[in-house]
């Protein structure tokens, strides 16, 4: 297809507006809508697997447009009535078919690509990890629309009715829905007794990815080939569809399909932990001395070090040995629901919410004592009960000499002062021999995750 050929192609076809909405409904719905992919270390801007996965997943909503604009544009030769006059010209019906998907493929391709580059110029001055694992995932996205939007095409050829394109474009969109939402996930139930539903392998088979919970989660590269493999097989499909001619082509025509879905179902994983795993690279720690971060998160580094180090030293002179030794940014990605995991001798950081996560100096300092000498328990995802910040809260004063909330808490500074009030004052009025009892034996019982710690401090008995 050459350059004139092109030019003609973008002025009597639907090929530019198909770019035009994806790109602009895109954008919208990122900077006018708040929600979570500008929040945290997972926003779309602050590192590039985040954006490539925030991204992908607006394909819950722009795969089926393109779907139905590609089949929008399929019915062009039948809304002119040229359908019989074109097939009398000895020009083969495949070019015609490949100049009429290679325009619309280069619009759609472009629009997500300029998607990414806005994104990506934000993410340049965000972060100082930069690598090229991320690239897969926008290149499958870009992919599936390209893919869609051919297969529309197919079906509104094969299918020449003006209630063709909306059909195929809420079609596209209710198995968009299912596979997020019932059909693509598995009921599951965690150790603590909660039931939560994971992704399936069918649910790949949408070109949608689920929410970004973690930054370093990716997707595994036998994903990215079995997505590949689906996505070929269906442009494929829609390609026959656009040169056949006969019942019987069109019926061949959907061999690709169902092939690629075959196949991609015999390489897509099955297990969740093998669909959405840990960027190994990303998670790799970098560390100045005892404190330690992901590669991903390096630019914390240097904030993180000081008051780590003085959290640590405070926590040896409050514990004795029982202390924490090191600060450890926490790599292991568990689904929700799980237990937290706790360690003896390290302090777990989390800096995607939490009491540490916009914490700085002193504030830091004090939430890194609160963590290492009282390890939250709350399952996974979510927010821990008042009595627990109250505990957390009064370790940390315990160890700094004055009770002060913790900044960053989803409790109320005055809500977490009137119950540990009355629990600190009672502790500080015993012995330092007594008071370092019930230290011990709150952190005790916050690392086994089988007490109440605030109860612990106050004299009564683990449960």
């Known amino acids: 297809m050459n350059v004139r050929v092109l030019r003609i192609e973008l002025r009597r076809s639907v090929a530019p507006w198909a770019g035009a909405v994806v790109l602009t409904t895109a954008l919208a719905f990122l900077y006018l809508v708040d929600a979570a992919w500008w929040r945290g ?28 604009l590609g089949a929008l544009q399929g019915l062009r030769d039948h809304r002119s009535k040229m359908s019989e006059l074109l097939t009398s010209t000895p020009r083969p019906a495949r070019h015609r078919a490949a100049t009429l998907a290679g325009t619309t493929a280069i619009t759609l391709a472009s629009a997500f690509a300029l998607l990414v580059l806005v994104g990506a110029v934000q993410v340049l ?52 829905a299912l596979m997020h939402m019932s059909l693509g996930r598995t009921e599951t139930t965690t150790a603590t007794g909660i039931l939560i539903t994971e992704p399936n392998r069918v649910s790949l088979l949408s070109p949608a990815v689920q929410e970004v919970r973690d ?45 690629g879905a075959a196949l991609a179902l015999l390489v897509l994983p099955s297990d969740p932990r093998r669909m959405y795993v840990v960027d190994e690279a990303a998670a790799e720690l970098v560390c100045d001395g005892p404190v330690c971060v992901a590669k991903t998160h390096q630019a914390r580094l240097a904030d993180l070090a000081g008051p780590g ?95 002060k909330p913790l900044g960053g808490s989803p409790h109320a500074s005055s809500e977490q002062i009137a119950v540990a009030h009355p629990v600190w004052k009672e502790l500080k009025a015993l012995p330092r021999a007594e008071q370092l009892s019930r230290i ?24």
């Open 41 to 68: 270390t997972t926003a779309w801007t602050a590192q590039w697997t985040s954006l490539a996965m925030w991204t992908r997943s607006l394909l819950f909503y722009l795969w089926p447009v393109a779907v139905g």
């Open 125 to 176: 001055a965000n972060t100082e990890y930069t690598h090229l694992g991320w690239l897969p995932i926008p290149l499958v996205g870009a992919l599936s629309l390209v893919a869609g939007a051919v297969l529309g095409m197919g079906a509104g050829r094969a299918l020449p009715s003006a209630l063709t394109p909306p059909a195929l474009a809420m079609s596209a969109f209710v198995f968009t």
């Open 215 to 259: 930054v370093l989660v990716t997707l595994s590269a036998s994903v990215h080939v079995g997505q590949t493999i689906w996505l070929l097989g269906m442009a494929a499909t829609g390609f026959a569809l656009l040169v056949a001619a006969t019942p019987r082509a069109r019926l061949i025509a959907l061999t690709p399909v169902l092939a």
């Open 309 to 403: 180090k003085e959290a640590l030293r405070l926590m040896h002179g409050a514990l004795g040995g029982q202390a924490p030794v090191s600060v450890r940014e926490n790599t292991a990605v568990l689904p929700d629901g799980s237990t937290p995991q706790r360690s003896r001798k390290t302090v777990l950081v989390d800096f995607d919410g939490g009491i540490i996560a916009d914490a700085k100096g002193e504030e830091l300092t004090r939430a890194l004592i609160a963590e290492g000498m009282v390890p939250g328990c709350s399952p996974l995802g979510w927010t821990g009960t008042l009595n627990d910040a109250a505990a957390q809260s009064i370790a940390a004063s315990w160890a700094l000499g004055d009770l």
């Open 440 to 463: 011990n034996a709150a952190h005790a019982a916050s690392l086994s995750c089988k007490g109440d710690p605030l109860g612990v401090l106050s004299g009564g008995a683990s449960r």
